[in-house]
């Protein structure tokens, strides 16, 4: 059985979720619920909890306050929250589970058995917390996401972005480049990562590529439209993407020529 708390301001999300977790779930126990990050935290001091469901948007103090103690219990969160395009990109790029209001039941019962097997594998806290961690400064300053958590083996590995040089489509993986030549290969799909990435850097030119516009040594139309990279590597440009990367280019070029 998997301790569980429930935080959520308003009384319907939180009764909701009580009962779908209570029809579908039989491995949660519900030990408490809280309106209130404070209320949570007087419930982990109480119980040894393993899992918090965690809204975002409260009054007062946010569901992002609760990460300490989180953090200190070593407790695995979902987060559940309407939608919020900044917030969700963050939580994703620090593959973290959150689940969308209203909840589904068939993501609510994925996300548990994800939770289960997180606690059961008992995987490397620290890069979890880290991942918890990095999603609180990203959603504090707002300037954009600095870092991507990769599932890597048993544990997660969290990648400056401005050390992915490019990102390549491998059946259903995708593999990171790295400034240090290092490759990370991750099971999922390139659109995943299209999403997260900052949209004024990273910039899909194939079907199977996404680069870094900052590494970028030069471009040619020698053998169809191509970009020639830092590290040595060639890669195609689509023509259905050619638009798209010409535009991306010269705001990138004009942006860095302001600063």
Not at 229 to 245: H, K, P, Q, Y
Request: net charge negative.
């Amino acid at each position: 059985m998997l301790n569980a708390i429930i935080v959520d301001d308003e009384e319907f999300a939180r009764s909701s979720l009580y009962f779908l977790l209570q029809e579908n779930c039989d491995n949660v126990n519900i030990v408490g619920i809280a309106k209130s990050v404070n209320e949570a935290r007087n419930l982990l001091v109480q119980h040894k909890v393993e899992l918090i469901f965690l809204d975002i948007a409260m009054p007062g103090e946010n569901g992002f306050g609760l990460i300490p103690q989180a953090q200190n219990a070593n407790t695995t969160v979902i987060f559940t929250t309407a939608y919020d395009q900044y917030a969700l990109k963050a939580i994703k790029a620090n593959a973290l589970d959150y689940l969308l209001k209203p909840i589904d039941i068939d993501e609510l019962k994925e996300a548990v058995a994800k939770a289960d097997k997180y606690v059961k594998l008992n995987k490397d806290e620290n890069n979890r917390n880290e991942s918890l961690k990095n999603l609180a400064n990203d959603l504090t300053d707002k300037t954009g996401i600095k870092k991507i958590t990769l599932p890597s083996g048993q544990g997660y590995r969290l990648v400056d972005i401005d050390d992915i040089i490019h990102i390549a489509a491998d059946s259903n993986y995708s593999v990171f480049h790295l400034l240090n030549l290092e490759k990370i290969a991750v099971s999922k799909i390139l659109k995943d990562y299209e999403e997260i990435l900052p949209e004024n850097t990273f910039v899909r030119i194939h079907k199977s590529s996404i680069v870094n516009l900052k590494y970028i040594k030069e471009y040619n139309s020698k053998n169809g439209l191509q970009v020639v990279l830092n590290n040595g590597e060639t890669i195609n440009v689509s023509r259905r993407r050619a638009s798209d990367f010409f535009e991306k280019i010269k705001a990138y070029t004009n942006f860095q020529g302001e600063k």
